[in-house]
């Protein structure tokens, strides 16, 4: 396996690129540290690659290229590598020749870069003085985010949020790759067969939040609430529990209390073309469900409530933007009795409480996901 790991300076790949390597044995290359090695030894180019890297510039692509192909022809890296701090240009991404399996993109905000810099417990790295890393900052956003660009056209780059911990970061890793770690050794990972993730619950208890964190993971997601509230803001009505439970009403009449899963199976269908998992958000009736259960017999559905107390969720939804007086005891009876959504959170396969910080709850979320990618 042949790896290009990719970010600002403190973004973690050192971290990353020195745990890759003992999980797949396989050698961790930093040309950053080709490249310190190098300005060390008393020769013109190690005078001028000191130069060069204490000025917080970027070494000539040709002479980065020349320096990497001779390191790259020894025996150890025959079997693959992970390959860090190259390619930097968009120059040395199109002239390096070499098959590369995947590019990871460890990504991190400024600030946070100069945070953990700052902290760094390695004062080794003479070239991490405040103005060497902002101009290498610089250098990252003008000359190498069009690299990423080179690399997500074909196909080949992941996205990993670097902020999080080394072991999370570890395993998003390992999981835009196909594999996941079991004890100490890497297994291959494939996704056998559909699944249906449906997040149900009562207004504010989180469930729009649950379905964007799966949509970060590269789910599809259908809101069933979407149709109506299209609706609402087409008829130029406001968007009150009122309006809200008329035109569900309406629909129930034509359709059935499984009317939204009726008049949203195209989407459906139409997101299983893209992804063997997809995600619903908003399943009300229980009607709604036993009718995914009858369409999709072969998929394995996971009922999941979202929980939060009564007075979190009405002081959530009151700060929304918009649908911010679709909250209160009677939208909850509503919710509950008329559009039958009582079964759905009795009956669920899983409950998360979101009462806590946010952090709390993305950690259930993630558990979920992880749970549902991997079984």
């Not at 002479?63 to 240009?89: A, M, S, V």
Request: with cysteine; proline share 3%; charged share 30%.
């Amino acid at each position: 396996m042949k790896l290009i790991l990719i970010g600002i300076p403190g973004a973690g790949k050192s971290t990353q690129g020195n745990l890759l390597s003992k999980q797949f044995h396989i050698p961790y290359i930093s040309t950053g540290h080709i490249f310190r090695k190098l300005s060390k030894e008393k020769t013109k180019l190690g005078r001028y690659i000191k130069e060069t890297i204490n000025a917080g510039l970027l070494i000539p692509d040709e002479k980065t290229i020349e320096i990497l192909n001779n390191y790259l022809q020894r025996p150890e890296y025959n079997n693959g590598y992970i390959l860090d701090g190259f390619p930097r240009t968009l120059n040395q991404a199109k002239s390096f020749t070499d098959s590369i399996d995947k590019v990871v993109y460890l990504k991190i905000d400024d600030k946070e870069s100069l945070w953990r810099l700052a902290y760094r417990e390695d004062d080794s790295r003479q070239d991490d003085t405040l103005e060497a890393v902002k101009k290498r900052i610089e250098i990252f956003h003008k000359v190498t985010e069009p690299v990423l660009n080179y690399y997500q056209e074909k196909g080949l780059l992941a996205v990993i949020d670097g902020s999080k911990d080394p072991k999370t970061v570890n395993e998003q890793i390992l999981e835009s790759l196909g594999k996941h770690l079991i004890g100490k050794k890497i297994k291959d990972w494939r996704q056998r067969g559909r699944k249906i993730v449906v997040f149900v619950g009562l207004n504010g208890s989180g469930k729009t939040y649950a379905s964007e964190y799966f949509a970060k993971k590269g789910f599809p997601v259908i809101k069933f609430g979407k149709i109506i509230n299209d609706l609402v803001d087409k008829l130029g009505k406001p968007q009150t529990e009122p309006v809200h439970k008329k035109l569900r009403v309406e629909y129930r009449q034509k359709y059935g209390m499984a009317a939204m899963a009726i008049l949203n199976k195209k989407n459906i269908d139409k997101a299983f073309e893209q992804n063997n998992i997809i995600v619903i958000d908003g399943l009300r009736s229980y009607e709604e469900y036993l009718f995914l259960k009858k369409e999709y017999k072969s998929a394995k559905i996971y009922l999941v409530c979202i929980y939060a107390d009564k007075e979190k969720r009405y002081a959530r939804v009151a700060k929304r933007k918009d649908r911010n007086k679709l909250t209160g005891e009677q939208r909850d009876l509503s919710e509950v009795l008329d559009t039958n959504m009582g079964p759905t959170i009795a009956l669920a396969d899983k409950l998360i409480v979101n009462n806590a910080e946010i952090e709390d709850f993305e950690e259930h979320l993630e558990d979920l996901y992880r749970e549902i990618y991997f079984v």
